[in-house]
């Protein structure tokens, strides 16, 4: 994983915060726009469940109910206002954990635990927070308004596993316009309460509150007819009350249901034409600050008109504390949308690329990234913008939000700029995916690129040559052909640079020559450290530690596994593919210092990891694989040493040609062969299809279910879950989820 060799300034960390805060503040409600919730909230704190479901269409005073409640919760509360950039595993737990961590007293940073566990979203990151839940000593509230901008499925998943740890006398607050999937599980135990549009909807003396409030009168009968045409909307009723103390009248026409295009239009018309300006305008903004906005606007006064709307206009609502940064009410804003394409279509591209030129001119190019793709003759840019920022969201575990831009942006723009699809390459390689990996590479074979790539590197010849090294199509020779070609291409400034160097001494490896190896990876070990490359820290310190301890210098094989351990940790790489390598020699070290419960630990974890290292960086995948085999033979458990050894053989099926390294596998083998015994300890480890089944099991999903996130048939995943309940002994889910925690295959 390759962190930004450039510190954040003052600025773009402040953003961040800033961000965050409006995020994680609970908006204060307006005494003008809302009418008591108590009885509603009252009778969802009084019950003894742990899930409180508000669903109903935009408009019905969700958001407001949950201001409501938030004001008068003893209970510590834990708010947070989804959004689109949540839409990501990862994303959402690390927002999760950072409302807890303000919310929960005591709470040790939690948020920092989670961030990166792209690798392992379900297995690992998902237990770790709700275990932090379950062990809250005191009873919270969690809050999530706005549930429906979660369309990826992934995220519901890991919500669910969250919401499990919750608790008793502790509940889960969510308001969504849509079915909440984890409701269903939920009500089926009775742990859960309803809130609908039908609750939500105001009847008369509610219409009177509201007008009453606007210093209105409403006699009674005008209020019945007032809610029979609005049907108890309340955002209907709201409106209504502020054209009638504008002047207007209290009548309505029109045949729309909620007669939100007449309410819209009088409130909009009645302010001056630069005010509905400047409203249209910045109403393609999902948050709003004063500098955003005079960016966008190309104004300088815009955050006293930011204060001067929120405090006439209950459709504006201030995200934190000090009224730094807003939001439209997400009704109010798609209006606001469809005006701006009626009144001002050809604006409304360039004010998307001026937002995204003030997020990436303030540190935060993945916001960019999200406003460019929305502007189709802004592509270009976009891709580029996205192969300079498609490491940084790596690192950050952000690898569902990449393939999202991979899939917006098309195969085919992706095949037209190479840089951008070496990229593809490297990561589908990284994160286990050689059928994709190998289509990526065979696009790079013919494709031509001469301006300096925006990923850092030095050349599209350079990228492709470390690709091809990496993946090892060709054998060891070529291999070491295009390693010394990026070596001499990439300058030691580089952020590559580390990783040409690695990659030659994998091939030096694969020749057989470990004295050139053993150099080059100290070298490369070193400029990873200062590039902060943790996954070239990984790898170079692994291998240095095979050659240490190969040779017999335990002393410093045992610094080069601690090296490789604390970055993996420091970074929460454990389930990342250059993290199996590390785990079999720290398993080696152990066996050889007689640390039995060592062993087995790092064994389970080098077990757990290795789904993602496959035959798409081949050399790394058989070697690691041989480290365990050797250790779990040392230990009499010859099933998993030769199971391992017929996952290499698959990899050599795809990559035959990896020189020594083939020669070591048939020492091995001919060394089982030699020396098996009837006697054995330990059963089939699972196989890496069964540890990509096993998170899913903490789930509340049903075989098909799983097997359409898996891309399988039902019938796999059901053959799969019958041989993982025979591998552990058990005969039920929980029995087997139980049994994969505590032998370290699941959580933290």
């Known amino acids: ?112 635990a989670v961030r990166g566990y792209g690798g392992s979203a379900l297995g690992r990151a998902a237990p770790l927070v709700a275990s932090a839940l379950r062990a809250s000593g005191t009873p919270f509230v969690l809050m999530l308004d706005d549930l429906h901008e979660l369309r990826n499925p992934d995220c519901h998943d ?32 009775g742990d859960a309460v309803e809130i609908d549009a039908s609750d939500l909807a105001l009847d008369a003396a509610g219409a009177r509150e509201v007008f009453a409030e606007a210093h209105l009168p409403l006699d009674l009968d005008d209020a019945l007819e007032l809610v029979e045409r609005t049907e108890g909307w309340p955002v209907g009723i709201f409106l209504a009350a502020a054209i009638a103390r504008a002047g207007g009248p209290l009548t309505f026409s029109g045949d729309d249901r909620f007669i939100a295009d ?29 500098p955003l906005c005079d960016a966008v606007l190309g104004g300088d006064d815009a955050r006293i008109a930011l204060r001067e709307l929120a405090a006439s206009n209950a459709f504006l609502v201030p995200l934190d504390r000090r009224r730094e940064w807003y939001r439209y009410h997400a009704l109010f804003r798609e209006f606001l949308l469809g005006e701006l394409e009626r009144a001002e279509p050809d604006v409304i591209e360039g004010l998307r690329v001026s937002a995204a030129s003030w997020f990436e001119e303030h540190g935060a190019p993945a916001v960019a990234v999200e406003y460019l793709l929305d502007v189709p003759s802004e592509r270009t840019r976009a891709i580029h913008l996205v192969a300079a920022t498609t490491l940084g969201a790596y690192q950050l575990g952000l690898l569902t939000t990449v393939q999202r831009w991979y899939r917006t942006i098309g195969d085919r723009a992706i095949e037209e700029y190479p840089p951008l699809a070496f990229l593809a390459g490297w990561i589908t390689a990284l994160a ?22 925006d990923d850092g590197s030095a050349s599209l010849e350079s990228a492709r040559a470390m690709l091809r090294s990496f993946m090892c199509p060709a054998g060891p020779a070529k291999a070491m052909a295009d390693a010394r070609l ?19 001494g994998e091939a030096h490896l694969l020749e057989g020559d470990r004295r050139a190896a053993e150099l080059v990876f100290s070298e490369g070990a070193s400029v990873a450290g200062v590039h902060g490359n943790t996954d070239g820290v990984v790898l170079a310190a692994a291998e240095l530690a095979v050659l240490a301890m190969d040779d017999g210098r335990w002393v410093e094989g045992a610094r080069h596994v601690r090296a ?11 389930d990342y593919s250059v993290a199996v390598l590390a785990f079999a020699v720290a398993a080696r070290l152990a066996l050889h210092r007689g640390e039995l419960d060592e062993v087995g630990r790092s064994l389970a974890r080098g077990m757990r990891a290795r789904p993602a290292c496959t035959s798409a960086m081949p050399y790394v995948a058989v070697r690691a694989r041989l480290q365990l085999a050797q250790v779990h033979w040392a230990l009499d458990d010859h099933v998993t040493a030769h199971h391992l050894i017929r996952e290499i053989d698959d990899i050599l099926l795809r990559r035959p040609d990896l020189g020594r390294l083939v020669d070591q ?72 989820v139980d049994h994969a925690t505590a032998a370290g295959l699941l959580g933290g």
């Open 158 to 189: 890991v919500l669910g596993v969250v919401i499990a740890g919750i608790p008793s006398g502790s509940q889960l607050v969510a308001a969504s316009r849509s079915e909440q999937p984890h409701l269903a599980h939920a009500r089926a135990f």
């Open 432 to 453: 286990g995916s050689p059928d994709e990996a190998d289509r990526w590479a065979a696009v790079l074979e013919h494709a031509t690129y001469d301006l300096p790539p």
């Open 262 to 290: 007449y309410l819209y239009r009088e409130a909009l018309v009645k302010l001056p034409e630069h005010e509905q300006r400047f409203l249209r305008r910045t109403a393609v903004l999902d948050h709003l600050s004063g």
């Open 665 to 736: 596998v048939d020492a091995f083998r001919a060394l089982m062969s030699s020396r098996e015994e009837a006697g054995w300890t330990g059963g089939r480890p699972l196989t890496p299809a069964e540890l990509r089944l096993l998170p899913y099991l903490q789930t509340h999903l049903s075989i098909r279910e799983i097997a359409d996130r898996l891309y399988v048939s039902r019938n796999t995943v059901s053959s799969e879950l019958a041989s993982v309940y025979r591998k552990f002994g058990v005969s039920k889910r929980s029995e087997a």
């Open 486 to 504: 990026a070596v001499a291409s990439e300058a030691n400034s580089s952020p590559w640079r580390d990783q040409a160097l690695i990659l030659l």
């Open 1 to 112: 994983m390759r962190e930004d060799a450039t510190a954040l300034t003052a600025s773009e960390v402040e953003l961040d915060r800033q961000l965050l805060d409006a995020k994680l503040t609970a908006p204060r409600r307006s005494r003008r726009s809302s009418v008591s919730r108590a009885e509603l909230i009252d009778a969802a704190r009084s019950r003894e469940v742990r899930v409180v479901a508000i669903t109903a269409p935009a408009g019905y005073g969700k958001s407001t109910l949950m201001a409501q409640w938030a004001e008068v919760e003893t209970r510590p509360v834990a708010w947070i206002s989804l959004d689109r950039f949540d839409d990501d595993p990862i994303a959402l737990l690390v927002v999760l954990a950072a409302a807890f961590d303000r919310a929960a007293p005591g709470a040790v940073h939690l948020a920092d």
């Open 564 to 574: 490789a351990l604390e970055a993996i940790d420091e970074h929460n790489l454990q």
